[in-house]
């Protein structure tokens, strides 16, 4: 990874950032028409704050490869890769709490003679994102560890 790519990824979130930040500002402070202003709610929660999420974890990413960062740097690489750590957190508490309400809620449903797809369902989706919760967990670790990012 060079200096000008971080660079010209850091340009880029930022220029999204703002963006993301106008744009909330001008739904919430300018008085527009309704349906423009749903229209720029869409857009802002469709595109832009996952364009800067993701522009976001990318430059944390470059950051947090490269070896020979200035510490300011560093620290940057870690506030932008806090977001993905939150996701991940809030996956695994989902699939660790969910069951304890999945579970009653399926026997239930059973025991009144209700169909229990739902809970079923929910169960399926909490063990499901159990998994991809630690394989993330685990990566995020991975990408982070000193030794591999300075290579053979």
Same mark, same amino acid.
């Given at each position: 990874?060079?200096?000008?790519? !971080?660079? &010209? ?8 950032? +703002? ?9 919430? =402070? %300018? %008085? ?5 202003? %749903? ?11 996952? +364009?800067? *999420?993701?522009? $976001? *974890?990318? /430059? ?14 560093? !620290? ?12 991940? /957190?809030?996956? $695994? *508490?989902? %699939? !660790? ?10 026997? &239930?449903?059973? &025991? ?8 079923? =369902? $929910?169960? !399926? ?6 998994? @991809? =919760?630690?394989?993330?967990? +685990?990566?995020? =670790? @991975? ?6 990012? +300075? $290579?053979?």
């Amino acid at each position: 990874m060079s200096n000008s790519s !971080i660079k &010209s990824t850091l340009v880029k979130f930022v220029v999204t950032l +703002s963006a993301t930040g106008f744009s909330i500002f001008a739904c919430f =402070g %300018a %008085a527009m028409d309704p349906s423009i202003r %749903a229209v720029l709610i869409v857009f802002t929660v469709v595109l832009l704050i996952p +364009s800067s *999420l993701l522009l $976001g *974890l990318d /430059t944390s990413r470059l950051i947090r490869l490269e070896v020979d960062q200035p510490k300011p740097m560093q !620290i940057l690489g870690a506030v932008l890769g806090l977001p993905r750590l939150l996701f991940i /957190t809030v996956l $695994g *508490l989902f %699939a !660790i709490i969910y069951p304890f309400y999945g579970v009653p809620e399926m026997l &239930s449903d059973m &025991s009144h003679g209700d169909s229990p797809i739902f809970p079923i =369902g $929910g169960l !399926i989706l909490a063990a499901a994102i159990f998994v @991809r =919760g630690t394989s993330l967990f +685990s990566q995020h =670790g @991975r990408s982070t560890s000193r030794d591999e990012r +300075s $290579g053979p």
